[in-house]
Structure formats: C-alpha cells, structure tokens
C-alpha cells in the first residue's frame, strides 16, 4: 500500500476516536452528574444561612425544583 494511504488511515483513527472519546466521556458526566448532583438540600440550607436569610423547607424545595428543572432543560 502506498504511504499516503497509511496516513489517511491514521488520521481518519484519529479524528474517530476523539469524536467517539468526547461523546463517551459526555455521556458518562451527563449521567454521573444526574445520579449525584452537585447541591443537596443540605448545601443549599448552608448557602441560605450565609447568605443571611432564614431558609424554610418550603424556599428549599422551590430552590431544589427550580434546579432540577434547569438541569433537565440543560441535558435536552
């Protein structure tokens, strides 16, 4: 086979594997981020007191939704 050949070869490897590489690791964040998000209501109750306002379980579970429907929309 000619050289040419063999370096289309390669670079055509190349170019598969990191399309294939970026959509496999995509993936596996996208679901590793829906199975452990990154704020709980834990967090979320110390970033209120810090803040200085007084978080009730109510304002957390609007703040929780909110952020699970953002999350949702972002993964569409």
Do not use: C, H
């Amino acid at each position: 086979m000619a050289t040419w050949i063999w370096i289309l070869i390669v670079i055509l490897a190349l170019v598969a594997g990191a399309a294939g590489g970026f959509y496999m690791a995509r993936k596996y964040m996208m679901d590793y981020l829906k199975k452990n998000p990154p704020i709980n209501e834990e967090m979320l109750r110390m970033m209120m007191m810090q803040m200085g306002q007084k978080p009730s379980q109510k304002k957390i579970n609007q703040m929780m939704q909110m952020m699970n429907r953002n999350m949702n929309q972002n993964l569409k």
